[in-house]
C-alpha cells in the first residue's frame, strides 16, 4: 500500500514538474519574440496606429461599468470626458449598478459634462443581474457606436487614447484591441510592486504573442472592441466571474484578430491591502480555470501549426498550472515520508524543478522590467538581486493557494460569484466576503504545514524538498504578517 502511495505522489509530482517544463520553455520562446519585437519597434499593426483625418472617425461608445466606486467615479468622468476625439463622434456611458453614494457623485458631475455640450449619459440598473458582464449587455443596448472603448472605475486613459486605438480598425478582422496599463500606485509597498512586476511581465509576454500570432489573455479595461465582432459572438457571458477573458477567447477561437498596443497606456491602481489582493486573485483564478476548460476543447479542435497550439494550451491552463504549484506544496510532507533519502531518481526531478524555478523567475523579472517601461534590469549585488528574485517567486506560492481554492470552489459549483476589488485603501475589512476569512486560515495552515514539513525533513535527513517549503515559509509568512498588520490598523481606526 505504501509502495502505491509512493508512486502516486511521486508520479503526480513528475507530471506538475514536466507541465511546468514545457510552460517555461514555451515562454522563453515568446520572451525572445517579445524583445525582438521591441527592437525593432514595427508589428503587423504599427502602420495603423497613425491617425486619421477626422471625417474618417467612427461613432464610439465609451461605456463604463461601475458598482461603488466613490473614491474614483469623478476622476473616472473626468477623464473620459477629456479624451481627444470629435464630440458628434463620441458618446460617453456610465453604467451605474452602485447601491451607495457612489450615483449621486456620478449624476452631479454627468450633469456638469452634459451642461457644457457633451453627450454623457448616466444609466442605472435597480439589480446586479450578471454583474459586469449583465451591466455592459444592458449598456450596448442602448449605445450608437460602431466602437466599444471599455474602462473600469480605477483607470485613466491617457487623452490621445482613442485616437491611436480607433485607426488600427482600418483591418476589417480586427475584433478587439488591448492597450498597455501602468500603475499610479506601484510603489505604495512591497505589495504593490509585486503586482506592477507581475502585471508587466505578463503585458510584455503579450507583445511576443500579438507577434507570433498566438492566442493571448487579455484584459476587459483599457480596451476596444468592434461592435459587428462583440453581436456575432453573442456578446458577454454572466456564467463566468472573467467575463472578458471568455470574450477574447471566443473571438479568437472564432478567427478574429486582435492586436496589443503597449505603448498606449492607461493608469490603473493596484490593491494596497492583502485582503484586497487575496479576494481578487481567488476570483481571478477561479473564472480563467473556468475559461480554460470552457473552451479547450473548442480551440483543440481548430487547425492550426503545433507551436501555436502548445503556446495556445500553455496560456489557457497557465491558471491550472499555478492552482497545481499549491498541489505540491501538499505532497512535500508525504513525500518526506514515502521517498528515501538514496532514491536519486526523485532527487534529479527535485533539483531539475528548482533549476526551472530559478530560470522562470529570472526571465519574469527581465519581463517585468521591460514590460514596465524600466529597460534594463536596475543595478544591484548578487546578493541583493537573488534575494529580491527569492522574495518575488515566494509571492507567487500563496497566489498558488488563491488560485487552488478557486479551483475547488469551481468544482463545488461556486462559478458566478463576483466580489469587487476594493481600490487601494478606500475600504476597511467591514464588509469584506466570507471568502477572504478561508483564503486566511488557509494561509495559516499552509504555513504551519510547510514549517512541520522542514522539521520532519530535516529529523529524517530528507533534505530534498526543503528549499520548496522555506520559500513557502517565506511567501506566507509575508502574507500573514501582513494580515496582522492590516487588522491592527484598522483596529486602531
Not at 472578458?244 to 493596484?270: C, H, M, N, P, T
Not at 497566489?399 to 468544482?411: C, E, K, N, S
Not at 459549483?413 to 486566511?440: A, H, M, Q, W, Y
Request: with cysteine; aromatic share 12%.
Amino acid at each position: 500500500m505504501l509502495t502505491l502511495l509512493s508512486l502516486f505522489t511521486q508520479t503526480l509530482f513528475v507530471a506538475v514538474v514536466v507541465y511546468f517544463s514545457l510552460y517555461v520553455l514555451l515562454e522563453l520562446r515568446i520572451l525572445l519574440i517579445s524583445n525582438k519585437a521591441e527592437r525593432r519597434k514595427l508589428t503587423e499593426l504599427e502602420w495603423s496606429s497613425l491617425e486619421v483625418e477626422n471625417d474618417c472617425k467612427p461613432v464610439v461608445s465609451v461605456l463604463l461599468p461601475i458598482h461603488n466606486e466613490s473614491s474614483v467615479v469623478e476622476r473616472l468622468i473626468d477623464a473620459i470626458c477629456n479624451l481627444d476625439y470629435p464630440a458628434d463622434k463620441l458618446e460617453i456611458l456610465v453604467l451605474d449598478d452602485s447601491t451607495d453614494h457612489t450615483s449621486e457623485l456620478a449624476q452631479a458631475r454627468i450633469q456638469q459634462y452634459s451642461a457644457s455640450g457633451i453627450n454623457i449619459r448616466h444609466i442605472h440598473r435597480e439589480n446586479r443581474e450578471g454583474y459586469k458582464a449583465g451591466n455592459l449587455i444592458h449598456g450596448i443596448r442602448q449605445s450608437a457606436g460602431e466602437f466599444f472603448a471599455i474602462f473600469d472605475a480605477d483607470f485613466i486613459p491617457p487623452r490621445n487614447f482613442l485616437l491611436k486605438t480607433i485607426p488600427c480598425f482600418r483591418d476589417p478582422q480586427l475584433g478587439f484591441l488591448q492597450t498597455g496599463i501602468g500603475y499610479e500606485n506601484r510603489e505604495v509597498s512591497f505589495l504593490t510592486r509585486f503586482q506592477a512586476m507581475e502585471m508587466g511581465h505578463q503585458q510584455y509576454v503579450t507583445v511576443g504573442l500579438n507577434e507570433d500570432g498566438d492566442m493571448a489573455s487579455l484584459s476587459g479595461s483599457s480596451c476596444v472592441w468592434r461592435k459587428a465582432c462583440v453581436e456575432a459572438l453573442g456578446g458577454w457571458n454572466a456564467s463566468t466571474v472573467t467575463e472578458d477573458v471568455d470574450l477574447g477567447y471566443r473571438a479568437q477561437i472564432g478567427d478574429w484578430k486582435y492586436a496589443f498596443l503597449r505603448d498606449v497606456v492607461s493608469i490603473s491602481v493596484l490593491p494596497e491591502t492583502i485582503s484586497a489582493f487575496r479576494v481578487q486573485r481567488e476570483r481571478w483564478g477561479r473564472g480563467l480555470i473556468h475559461n480554460g476548460f470552457k473552451h479547450a476543447r473548442q480551440m483543440l479542435s481548430q487547425r492550426m501549426p503545433m507551436m501555436k497550439r502548445l503556446h495556445g494550451i500553455s496560456m489557457m491552463f497557465s491558471s491550472v498550472l499555478l492552482a497545481s504549484i499549491y498541489v505540491l506544496v501538499l505532497l512535500s510532507l508525504p513525500l518526506n515520508y514515502l521517498v528515501n533519502s538514496e532514491d536519486s531518481g526523485f532527487y534529479w526531478v527535485a533539483l531539475i524543478f528548482f533549476i526551472l524555478v530559478v530560470v522562470w523567475a529570472f526571465d519574469n523579472i527581465f519581463g517585468a522590467y521591460k514590460g514596465a517601461g524600466l529597460g534594463r534590469l536596475p543595478p544591484a549585488g548578487i546578493v541583493r538581486m537573488v534575494w529580491e528574485a527569492w522574495l518575488y517567486v515566494a509571492m507567487f506560492l500563496p497566489m498558488a493557494w488563491y488560485y487552488f481554492a478557486g479551483g475547488v470552489r469551481l468544482l463545488l459549483g461556486v462559478n458566478g460569484e463576483f466580489n469587487r476589488t476594493p481600490k487601494g485603501k478606500d475600504e476597511s475589512l467591514t464588509g469584506t466576503p466570507r471568502i477572504n476569512t478561508i483564503l486566511l486560515l488557509g494561509e495559516l495552515f499552509t504555513f504551519v504545514y510547510s514549517l512541520l514539513a522542514i522539521i520532519v525533513a530535516i529529523h529524517g535527513e530528507n533534505y530534498f524538498l526543503i528549499p520548496m517549503n522555506m520559500t513557502v515559509c517565506v511567501g506566507f509568512g509575508v502574507v500573514l504578517y501582513w494580515s496582522w498588520l492590516e487588522r491592527r490598523c484598522y483596529g486602531n481606526n
